[in-house]
């Protein structure tokens, strides 16, 4: 079973996607790699250091036993080589050769969308994660994010209190005593019930200042884009997007005030050709995404009507023209018009002239 050695390498430090290359362009497989001798290692052009590291660590380490530890907290290791493995995570630059998974991942995964963001979450930023983590989810995309404190924190839960799948790429280890922050622990389990937590440390390992900054790369790599909701101008969220860029990835910011610092990092993103996000729709419309496979079934109003349900999810707390209602309701512009009116006058939505509207 390949999964065993490919953990067991992971355990040996200073491993990592370089390394595994080599190791499989000299040995063809992992197996071999592990029970190959000191000759045949330097043979293969890995650098000394790390060979005697190797053979070092290499006495305590018992492969099948290591695996048999991953199995009883129910993680699972997804490798390059397998065919469940995310197949655009695999066309970055860097993919991690070992993915610690609790929960699933699915097919449907591979319509993913990252969201990330300032930890200094501002009530700006309160208003519009849930409000595109929940549209963007609607619409049948898995919410990629980094379970930080803040915007990631929202997001997940937003979508997670929507029935969306979300999956959470962390920068430590996935036993639950070394999830961070702790204080998200409880919603890591909730995520890997509906979607799944991800790793690319083994247990056992040490958590390091540096990984964090490292997930970053697999987050967009999940994903067909990736948005930022708020970043300062320093915001380690700003390097998910400078990976999303490597890989070829669409770049999404949402603009804030020139007085606000949670919003000089976006702003800046998209002085730099982000594209600016003020709805769902700009998002489905730049990654041409108009049906998604097996897309959840939008939240329904009760007590409203099929066309205002149809309209009613058109709309969020940032304002949306007629125009394009229209487009995206696919109605006549006549029925949007008097629909429009019709829940005015209920309540339901509010009109802030120019024939611009919000769901209140």
């Not at 293969?44 to 250091?49: A, C, D, I, R, T």
């Not at 997670?160 to 996935?174: N, Y």
């Not at 490292?214 to 708020?230: K, M």
Request: proline share 5%; with cysteine.
């Amino acid at each position: 079973m390949d999964g065993q050695y490919y953990n067991a390498f992971n355990l040996i430090p200073g491993t990592g996607p370089v390394k595994f290359k080599k190791l499989l362009a000299f040995f063809g497989n992992i197996e071999k790699a592990w029970h190959a001798n000191t000759n045949e290692l330097t043979r293969s052009g890995l650098p000394q250091e790390w060979i005697q590291k190797f053979l070092d660590n290499k006495q305590r380490i018992n492969p099948t036993d290591e695996y048999k530890k991953l199995l009883k907290k129910n993680i699972k290791a997804i490798t390059i080589s397998d065919n469940n493995y995310p197949a655009r995570l695999k066309q970055i630059y860097d993919p991690p050769h070992v993915l610690y998974v609790k929960g699933k991942i699915i097919p449907e995964d591979e319509f993913a969308i990252g969201i990330v963001g300032s930890r200094k979450i501002s009530i700006y930023g309160q208003q519009v994660t849930p409000d595109l983590s929940v549209g963007l989810s609607s619409e049948g995309l898995t919410i990629v994010s980094g379970l930080a404190r803040g915007i990631d924190t929202l997001a997940h839960q937003s979508t997670l209190e929507a029935g969306g799948r979300t999956i959470a790429v962390i920068g430590s280890r996935l036993d639950r005593q070394n999830i961070y922050p702790p204080q998200n622990q409880k919603l890591a389990e909730k995520i890997a019930t509906n979607g799944a937590v991800v790793s690319e440390f083994p247990i056992g390992t040490k958590a390091m200042p540096y990984h964090f900054p490292l997930r970053n790369r697999i987050i967009s790599g999940l994903s067909l884009g990736v948005l930022l909701i708020e970043a300062e101008e320093k915001s380690g969220a700003l390097i998910t997007a400078e990976h999303a860029l490597a890989q070829n990835r669409e770049v999404f910011a949402v603009p804030g005030s020139i007085y606000w610092p949670t919003s000089a990092g976006t702003n800046k993103l998209i002085k730099r050709g982000a594209k600016l996000v003020q709805n769902t729709y700009d998002i489905m419309e730049e990654l041409n995404l108009q049906t998604i496979p097996k897309a959840k079934e939008p939240k329904i109003i009760f007590g409203a009507s099929a066309e205002e349900n149809v309209i009613l999810n058109c709309l969020c707390k940032e304002p949306t023209h007629i125009d394009k209602i229209i487009k995206m309701a696919k109605l006549e512009a006549s029925v949007v018009n008097a629909i429009l009116l019709e829940m005015e006058l209920k309540g339901r939505i509010k009109n802030l002239g120019g024939l611009n509207y919000i769901k209140k």
